[in-house]
């Protein structure tokens, strides 16, 4: 497995699920289906049009030729994604996924960065989500604190994290 690395500019939207759901299904079929062996009824489980849906995409720089013809659109790649719902003052942060060529590039924190900056602008007093446990340093580090015992969901072990914001 080749591992791309990070030499374009990496944008993070918050996307409308009409328009981007055959990009973000790829990226969570990949990850989480394909990889991880959740089941298709559990990863569909019809939240999916109420909710915030974040993407990340690499835009390939331009090169030497490109910058003198300017109005030539760089391609970009669908690389990640998140989904947020929110209900009242409470968000939960899931369907977190990165495509695994561009794991360990920082992407995977970029993106919950910016969950965390929409759940301040849609005035969210406290994140949930339900981390794997291999990945519990990773939340840690951008302020979750454990707040479950191990538990499983889709066959994966998982602690409920939370953080208050």
Known sequence: MSTQTLS??????????????????????RVFIEEQHVPEELEWDGLDKTALHLLAQIQAPKTTEEHQ???????????????????????HIGRMAVLPNWRGKGIGFK?????????????????????????????????????????????ILHKEMTLLL
């Not at 944008?11 to 990226?27: F, G, K, M, N, P």
């Open 111 to 155: 993106i919950l960065q910016k969950a965390i900056l929409e759940c301040q602008q849609h005035s969210v007093k406290k994140i949930i989500l339900n981390a794997q446990t291999y990945v519990l340093n990773f939340y840690q580090k951008a302020g979750f604190k454990i707040s479950s015992d191990e538990f499983i969901d889709a066959g």
């Open 8 to 29: 374009g500019s990496l944008e993070i939207s918050v996307v409308d699920w009409a328009q981007t759901s055959q990009t973000l299904r790829q990226i969570r079929t």
């Open 69 to 91: 013809a300017s109005h030539i659109a760089c391609p970009t790649e669908a690389v990640g994604t998140a989904r947020i719902i929110i209900t009242n003052d409470i968000a």
